[in-house]
């Protein structure tokens, strides 16, 4: 195989000295201050309460992030009872693709726990309003441990909060059909796995992207700077991309991007 030309080369390695300089920047904050790097529309504080209008997204590691609301109702996806915010959220989405993504024990007093796989042949579908946060799943299929299909073994989950629709495409496998897509409406936000092997390829990552056409894309499930590197290159010059050095941050329609956008937050392991 031939050696990566040297512009990719240069390109691939600059991103993984940011990426390492951004975890060690973000081992140093505790919370989510202005970034001055970033655009003014993300460049937004986590306060003590989300702004009418607005979503909290923190990236807690993985797949898992943490939705909160204007209204203090807080979500936390591919919830696997190890990656969690110092509360206890409201409501948790998982996949069972891996357990990193699941847990078969979730705290009791989780009040609502949306399994994303089907069970005896029988489809989740949700349909979860608590306050000011709406919750529905679009289901896709995921390869099984014999390399066949397990049809319905993964949830995209969407969260309607803030005025803004934010998909978490949990463990996906495959591209979107037509169907999918009117399944998900419009949608702003995406957060999508890009490690390119235990998911999507990159290359089919990116056509989902662009299926999609999201106002902001928040790449997860990296495990490491090399992955997101190759990712990111992938990319070349078709979206622009910030890198955050703080794990969160506040959105609101008003604010985003008019055209797609890639949001990199530290904690990707």
Known sequence: M??????????????????????VAAAAHGSCAPVAALPVWLAATLL?????????????????FLIES??????????????????????????????????????????????????????PQYDLTVQDVHVFNVPTNIRDWNGGTEYAGNSIFVFEVGDLCIAHLGHLHHTLTKEHLAQLGPIDVV????????????????????????ELVIPMHYFTETTLS?????????????????????LSRAELPRQTEVLVLPGGG
């Not at 919830?79 to 009791?108: C, F, Q, R, W």
Request: aromatic residues 8%; negative net charge; hydrophobic residues 45%.
């Open 70 to 123: 204007p209204k203090g109702v807080r979500a936390v996806t591919d919830y696997n009872g190890y990656l969690k915010p110092e509360s206890l959220p409201d409501i948790v989405t998982m996949n069972h693709a891996h357990p990193s993504h699941y847990t078969d024990s979730p705290d009791p007093a989780i009040q609502h726990v949306l399994r994303g796989w089907a069970v005896d042949g029988k489809i």
């Open 191 to 214: 957060l999508a796995p890009v490690d390119g092997t235990w998911t999507l390829d990159v290359e089919g990552m990116i056509e989902v992207i662009e299926a999609i056409h999201p």
């Open 230 to 250: 190759r990712f990111l290159a992938k990319l070349g010059d078709r979206w622009p991309v910030h890198v955050s050095e703080v794990p969160c941050t506040v």
């Open 2 to 23: 031939l050696a990566a030309p040297l512009k990719l080369r240069k390109f691939v390695a600059a991103v993984a000295a940011l990426f390492a300089a951004m975890l």
């Open 48 to 64: 003590a309460e989300i702004p009418p209008g607005h979503v909290g997204i923190r990236f807690l590691g993985h797949a898992s």
